[in-house]
């Protein structure tokens, strides 16, 4: 079974400076897929960056990226300059290798953490 | 570009009665479609998936059940709403590596 943890269940951040929001799975398959997702209080889901099992490099977003560890299990998200509207809640999620077939992909989440940029 | 649309916005139900959400993507054809369910300051639970017309899988029992009678329309209902049904339900549509969320059905059940 998958397991995604994020074990900040809060955050904050001065405008300006980056913040890391840790995220560990577990699994034992070899191929997968990592998420972070920004759920701002109006609800909604906003894809911010993907990365692959076999990506060799550490994907990157505009002012995201994530920090993939593989011997840890790790896939961790930096911010950086962190802006006002970067306040939200962050889930971290793994596709579900085992329905990988064809393009059909399920989504185990984290608890999340809720990030506060203070001015 | 592809865009996914849920209603209601927000639902408020009495414990015994109907449920009908609805999901409708454009844009796109064919797309793996998902619904997902999140309790007050969780993480989102998957429900139900569908790969196409009248093909739903679910993932969890319950009282609940999903329906895609059109390629890009996805409802999520239920005969008699529980109590423990009160949350948040995404609808999500899927391509590549990416999943794309609608704007979510707050559903309170009292």
């Known amino acids: 079974a998958q397991k995604i943890t994020q074990t900040q269940p809060g955050m904050f951040v001065q405008e300006k400076e980056a913040v890391t929001l840790d995220c560990t799975y577990d699994t034992s398959d070899q191929s997968y897929g990592l998420f972070w997702y920004k759920q701002p209080s109006s609800g909604e889901m906003i894809f911010l960056i993907y990365?692959?099992?076999?990506?060799?490099q550490n994907a990157t977003e505009g002012r995201y990226s994530l920090n993939f560890q593989k011997a840890r299990k790790s896939a961790n998200l930096v911010i950086s300059a962190s802006q006002l509207g970067d306040s939200a809640m962050y889930f971290c999620a793994m596709r579900d290798p085992r329905d990988s077939g064809g393009s059909n992909y399920k989504l185990t989440f984290g608890k999340g953490t809720l990030l506060t940029v203070n001015p | 570009s592809q865009t996914i649309h849920q209603w209601p916005a927000t639902l408020v139900q009495p414990v015994g009665s109907p449920l009908s959400l609805e999901c409708t993507v454009e844009?796109?054809?064919?797309?793996?479609l998902y619904w997902y369910r999140q309790a007050a300051g969780r993480g989102l639970q998957l429900l139900f998936y569908?790969?196409?017309?009248?093909?739903i899988s679910s993932e969890v029992p319950q009282n609940l059940s999903a329906s895609r009678p059109q390629d890009r329309q996805f409802i999520l209902s239920s005969k008699k709403l529980l109590l423990s049904d009160s949350g948040f339900y995404l609808c999500?549509?899927?391509?590549?590596?990416?999943?794309?969320f609608g704007p979510g059905t707050r559903l309170t059940v009292t």
């Open positions: 999500a549509w899927g391509q590549g590596n990416e999943q794309y």
């Open positions: 569908s790969v196409g017309i009248g093909q």
């Open positions: 990365q692959g099992s076999y990506d060799e």
């Open positions: 844009g796109t054809s064919n797309p793996n």
